[in-house]
């Protein structure tokens, strides 16, 4: 599996399917494997683009596939529904739209208070069974979240275990460091780490205002990127420029090799909207930090709330 996968939330949205075939193109050329999917991704087109690529470059078997299922969309509205009946009814869809007749790995995208957690992993223990998929993990689930979930599986008899967790990490939202990875580490399980740069922000496209045809200027967006332009995060920012300019590197290669030496990380899920972007990202894996440059972003990007 590669250290850096490719996330295709945008795929069907803001990506269409000419740059979407680039975008794949230049990852797997690039000796990349880990693509992440979910049937919401693309306001629920994104595996239908998907699968015609796939089927198109003849490359499925090139790809470790992970998909998702417990977020559905009914109508107009997004629901959470992580029940025995809707998790497998998406598997059967992203099955049929990606056209493949298995997932290397199938994650339940968010914990589902209405549903019973046994309930879940017995959907995720009949897919693994069945042959639906080949491995089973959680995404953004909390550390006591992530622990009870494993448990559970694995008192089952003859189960699969949960093998991975995704969760939002970076230098600027390292609150999985408290609990999630400390859970990973003892469990076993390799985290997938989305949104490693910030949400954009540790790009640095930010620090002189905020662009137009960025994420922060979108009304849909704004929301979703504003906390981590707050000021108490320009130090960190600020930070990786210096790093960043010391090592005659961009910040987000800073970022991703820092990222991708943390304990317990798997692979890095970076998203694209041109492939320019794209391959900027994957340099990254040529960019070594030296240990004094890592150990001052983990100074200056620890949270302050863990402090005793």
Known sequence: MSRLALGTMSFGAAVDVIDAE???????????????????????????????????????????LAGKAGIARRGDTVVRDSSRRSLLDQLDTSLRQLGTDHLDLWQVHRWDEDTPLEETLAALDHAVTTGKTRYVGVSNFSGWQTALAHATLAARPESTPLVSTQVEYSLLHREPEAEVVPAAEHLGMGLLAWSPLGRGVLTGKY????????????????????????????????????AADGLEVSMAHVALAWLRERPTVSSLVVGARTTAQLAENLASEDVTIPDEIAVALDDVSAPSTWEV
């Open 22 to 64: 680039e975008l794949l193109t230049t990852f797997l050329d690039a000796g990349g494997t880990l693509v992440d999917t979910a049937p919401v991704y693309g306001d629920g087109r994104c595996e239908e683009l998907l699968g015609t690529l796939l089927g198109k470059l003849g490359v499925r078997e090139s790809v470790v």
């Open 207 to 242: 620090r002189g205002g905020i662009p137009g045809d960025s994420r922060a200027a979108d009304q849909h967006w704004e929301a979703f990127v504003s906390p981590y332009l707050a000021h108490e995060r320009s130090g960190v920012v600020e930070a990786l420029a210096r």
